[in-house]
């Protein structure tokens, strides 16, 4: 059975939770719910996607471009396309934002990826997901909702991707990736 992303899923280890609102060509509209001291667990570039996040409960912290910026509810910020990027809770109280990614492309099977992954808990002491089984993913979906590390330039994560495809080939992750889409 396929992950259903309207249920929402939690990593535990960065104490984030997505659940998805809506999914359409124009936006993938998510929640997320981050626990007193949670975290994005690395700074991160979209490359074909706005991301907007509407602070519905609690203060953000997010770095674009090395500036900080910090929101509280009621308060919106868009971190463009090819920026670098992360967020926080910055208080000791539940942060809850609205999360839109514009165009929204195929966000909602690379989030079906991300959230097997999390749910799976196949992921390092920090919360970051199985980077090599996720550039699979990736790969095999010919995947256009991409966010890579920032230190990463694109052409050697894309080189990554292909590398990964090959080695989750052989070691069948085709299962785990038809297990979180259906």
């Given at each position: 059975m396929s992950?259903?992303?309207?249920?929402?899923?939690?990593?535990?280890?960065?104490?984030?939770?997505?659940?998805?609102?809506?999914s359409a060509p124009e936006a993938y509209v998510t929640e997320w719910v981050v626990e007193?001291?949670?975290?994005?667990?690395?700074?991160?570039?979209?490359?074909?996607?706005d991301e907007v996040f509407h602070v519905k409960e609690g203060e953000l912290r997010a770095v674009i471009?090395?500036?900080?910026?910090?929101?509280?509810?009621?308060?919106?910020?868009?971190?463009?396309?090819?920026?670098?990027?992360?967020?926080?809770?910055?208080?000791p109280e539940v942060l809850r934002c609205v999360l839109e990614y514009r165009p929204g492309l195929d966000s909602y099977a690379v989030f079906q990826c991300f959230g097997?992954?999390?749910l799976d808990r196949d992921m390092d002491?920090?919360?970051?997901?199985?980077?090599?089984k996720m550039m699979?993913?990736?790969?095999?979906?010919?995947?256009?909702?991409?966010?890579?590390?920032?230190?990463v330039p694109t052409v050697v994560f894309r080189l990554f991707m292909k590398l990964f495809y090959l080695v989750g080939a052989a070691l069948g992750w085709e299962r785990m990736y038809r297990r979180y889409t259906g």
């Amino acid at each position: 059975m396929s992950v259903d992303l309207y249920q929402p899923f939690t990593n535990r280890i960065t104490g984030e939770t997505f659940r998805c609102l809506s999914s359409a060509p124009e936006a993938y509209v998510t929640e997320w719910v981050v626990e007193p001291g949670g975290y994005v667990p690395f700074e991160h570039v979209h490359l074909a996607q706005d991301e907007v996040f509407h602070v519905k409960e609690g203060e953000l912290r997010a770095v674009i471009q090395g500036r900080e910026h910090i929101l509280g509810a009621g308060q919106t910020i868009t971190m463009p396309r090819g920026t670098r990027q992360i967020a926080y809770n910055n208080k000791p109280e539940v942060l809850r934002c609205v999360l839109e990614y514009r165009p929204g492309l195929d966000s909602y099977a690379v989030f079906q990826c991300f959230g097997g992954l999390t749910l799976d808990r196949d992921m390092d002491r920090r919360g970051l997901i199985n980077f090599a089984k996720m550039m699979y993913f990736m790969e095999k979906m010919g995947a256009k909702a991409i966010a890579r590390p920032a230190f990463v330039p694109t052409v050697v994560f894309r080189l990554f991707m292909k590398l990964f495809y090959l080695v989750g080939a052989a070691l069948g992750w085709e299962r785990m990736y038809r297990r979180y889409t259906g």
